[in-house]
């Protein structure tokens, strides 16, 4: 059974930081890129960040590059989104995907709210 599991939101006030974790189970992480969306209501899940299951290279949307990082950790299963400097436009809940050629999987998502 795949499972994809997010932690890590929560309440932030603005300046602050957050670390979100994305837990597999159920494929192999490691040939698989996994990526960072978020959603807000009423607007499309946009890209946060993607990294490749082989060599680990990251990419960016423009709009995202110098707050947020993306790391993984195949032996933990793990993927992980270190998030800087956050603003109150960052408040969404956030989705990780795991991609491998025409599969995908997600996870449930988690709140992140950014507010003074």
């Known amino acids: 059974q795949v499972q994809l599991v997010e932690s890590g939101g929560g309440l932030v006030q603005p300046g602050g930081s957050l670390r979100l974790s994305c837990t597999a189970s159920?494929?192999?992480?490691?040939?698989?890129?996994m990526s960072w969306y978020r959603q807000t209501p009423g607007k499309e899940r946009e890209l946060v960040a993607i990294?490749?299951?082989?060599?680990?290279?990251?990419n960016y949307p423009d709009s995202m590059k110098g707050r947020f990082t993306i790391s993984r950790d195949n032996a933990a299963n793990t993927v992980y989104l270190q998030m800087n400097s956050l603003k109150p436009e960052d408040t969404a809940v956030y989705y990780c995907?795991?991609?491998?050629?025409?599969?995908?999987?997600w996870g449930q998502g988690t709140q992140v709210t950014v507010s003074s």
């Open positions: 159920g494929f192999t992480f490691s040939a698989y890129d």
């Open positions: 995907k795991a991609n491998r050629y025409y599969t995908n999987y």
């Open positions: 990294i490749g299951g082989v060599g680990g290279l990251t």
